[in-house]
């Protein structure tokens, strides 16, 4: 069960246990930046030791984590499918050749998303070469909920549909700043269609604010999102209009096939 299932009490039915279990501890490995063994894993992840080391000898077998002296590491098969992924994502390559010719965003962090169940799941970054106190990760995911991109790719669904994922996937806050509940949420959704783009002001991280629009697919429908990250000392009114914009207008030229 993920964080947002064990918070709403919800799980699927569906869900295969022994594959559910190996896709968290293939999560934490990516995520954890240490080398984390059976003992942490299965702490941290409250699962039987037993049945941890079963499943990681049976992920090093797949070459889906190798082993070490420590513990587990990310083996090099989850690359072919993550490349094969990208490969189809027209999108990525869209973003990476508009920000080549359109220079008005070089000064800021950019990032390119799209969601999965209540997360936004980073594509593509261009992280800036000033300092933000974040780093965005391909593969990274966030609440979407609480993010530009999440924000801006849910206002522009229509109301019933935005209004399930947020009820079923509403997840812990991060910050202090963080909306404060689904009423909230919409009355917000509502401002973000109207202006074309939406704002995280501290949410994912206290001192950065971000500016997401989103990217529609040829039904019309938000397929992905664009957004920049600034500090909170550069986010002026004038400012967040301004790039507000021009975020709108590049997330216009990109569409989802």
């Not at 984590?65 to 590491?73: A, Y």
């Not at 994912?204 to 529609?216: H, K, N, P, T, Y």
């Not at 009114?237 to 709108?248: E, V």
Request: hydrophobic share 40%; glycine share 8%; charged share 25%.
């Amino acid at each position: 069960m993920n964080g947002t299932e064990e918070m709403s009490g919800k799980t699927s039915k569906r869900r295969v246990p022994a594959i559910d279990r190996a896709v968290r501890i293939l999560d934490f490995v990516a995520a954890s930046g240490r080398v984390p063994g059976v003992s942490e894993l299965a702490r941290t992840l409250q699962l039987p030791k037993s049945s941890v080391h079963g499943i990681c000898e049976t992920l090093v077998e797949l070459g889906l984590l190798q082993s070490s002296t420590d513990g587990f590491e990310p083996g090099g098969r989850s690359l072919l499918w993550s490349s094969a992924f990208l490969d189809r994502m027209d999108i990525v390559r869209e973003f990476e050749n508009l920000l080549s010719q359109d220079r008005r965003l070089d000064d800021f962090t950019v990032t390119l998303s799209t969601m999965a169940d209540g997360d936004v799941v980073y594509l593509a970054c261009r992280n800036a070469t000033k300092p933000l106190g974040f780093t965005f990760q391909i593969g990274m995911r966030l609440p979407a909920i609480y993010t530009a991109t999440g924000k801006a790719m849910l206002a522009a669904m229509p109301k019933a549909a935005r209004q399930r994922i947020v009820t079923e996937y509403w997840a812990a806050p991060l910050t202090d700043n963080a909306v404060k509940d689904a009423s909230s949420f919409e009355e917000e959704a509502v401002r973000w269609r109207g202006l074309g783009y939406a704002l995280d002001r501290g949410e994912i991280r206290e001192g950065m604010v971000c500016l997401g629009a989103a990217i529609m697919d040829i039904q019309g429908q938000p397929a992905a999102g664009i957004a920049i990250s600034m500090t909170s000392a550069e986010a002026k009114k004038d400012k967040i209009k301004r790039y507000g914009a021009i975020i709108s207008e590049l997330a216009a030229k990109l569409v989802c096939r």
